[in-house]
């Protein structure tokens, strides 16, 4: 299947994160090439873009696209919570920006083999890292049924967590759950008809959950971020876009900590925390425009947040 993807705040995130032409860059989520493509655009041949990612399909597809680029292109099969491994293997001290484009691609999404999506049917995996033992199929078969509604409702916010997980258990009593359009249907009478007719897809939520503990990807942001900004040069920046409120929620958090300089209470004489402020916010959380929503209505849920090292 062709690798189709259509970025996210494409100019948006080029325009925020581009201060060196001749500059290193690396794109963390690398998925079909697009920012990395557009950024290598105003780019010289002075400088990098190191781009990775820990899905293999995306790194061949970005390849491709990125062959004829006038600056260096460097692709990485890997996850990014290894930033710093990554970069200590080139030889690479400080950078000049990181590009976060987070969760999945529409490539992952709608290739149903991948078994990401409530849409099309394949078997439960989830997994970006194809290399990865953990898949949904052993989340959904093997977890206990706490273990199951806690997931669903921390990582997806479901407010029928424990009815979900009480269903998933009971028809695996019968046979292994095997497919997504399986368990959409498990999820399906599993929530009352009711609160099933408003709102998004009634699978989105558990689907969500799922995808997140599979690839484990709440857990590793708030260190990677804070790896990349050791590894960023005085001025460079951190763009990063989520899609859901978890994500968001946590990127917010780390960039207004990095940002705070003392917190110390007021009525004490001498700094006691050394807590030092390391970066800068850029501006406010950027989102898509009406013109980005008609073309793409899968970017509606994005934002993209930007700070800069002092
Ligand atoms: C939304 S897509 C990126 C699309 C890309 N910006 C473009 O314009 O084509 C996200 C990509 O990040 C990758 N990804 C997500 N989490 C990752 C992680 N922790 N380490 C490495 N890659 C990750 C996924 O495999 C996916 O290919």
């Not at 794109?27 to 493509?37: K, P, W």
């Not at 460097?74 to 990014?80: D, G, L, T």
């Not at 049917?121 to 989340?139: C, F, H, P, V, W």
């Amino acid at each position: 299947m062709e690798f189709r993807h259509v970025s996210v705040l494409l100019y948006e995130m080029i325009n925020v994160i581009l201060t060196n032409p001749d500059g290193i860059y690396v794109d963390c989520t690398l998925g079909g090439g697009g920012h990395s493509l557009a950024l290598s655009e105003y780019l010289s041949d002075k400088a990098t873009i190191i781009g990775v990612d820990q899905d293999e399909d995306a790194i061949e597809a970005a390849g491709e696209r990125l062959r004829g680029a006038r600056c260096s292109f460097i692709p990485v099969r890997s996850n990014f919570s290894k930033i710093d491994e990554i970069l200590t293997s080139l030889s690479i001290e400080v950078v000049d920006g990181f590009i976060f484009d987070l969760g999945v691609s529409s490539y992952q999404l709608d290739e149903g083999d991948r078994g990401f999506s409530y849409m099309h049917n394949g078997k439960l995996d989830m997994r970006m890292d194809q290399n990865q033992s953990l898949t949904a199929y052993e989340i959904i078969n093997f977890y206990d049924k706490e273990e199951l509604s806690r997931i669903i409702h921390t990582y997806g916010e479901e407010r029928w967590a424990n009815r979900i997980a009480s269903f998933i258990c009971e028809k695996r009593k019968e046979s292994f759950i095997e497919t997504t359009e399986e368990l959409v249907e498990i999820i399906k009478a599993a929530i009352p008809a009711s609160a099933r007719r408003t709102g998004p897809h009634p699978a989105k939520r558990t689907f969500q959950a799922i995808r997140i503990e599979v690839n484990n990807e709440l857990s590793i942001l708030e260190p990677t971020i804070k790896c990349c900004v050791n590894r960023l040069r005085s001025g460079g920046r951190i763009g990063i876009i989520t899609f859901q409120s978890l994500e968001d929620r946590i990127i917010k958090r780390t960039f207004k900590s990095l940002a705070q300089g003392c917190i110390c209470p007021p009525n004490l004489p001498i700094c006691a925390c050394h807590n030092k402020r390391i970066v800068r916010s850029i501006g406010k959380a950027i989102k898509p425009s009406r013109q980005e929503l008609d073309v793409n209505p899968r970017a509606r849920s994005a934002v993209l947040r930007v700070v800069e090292k002092i």
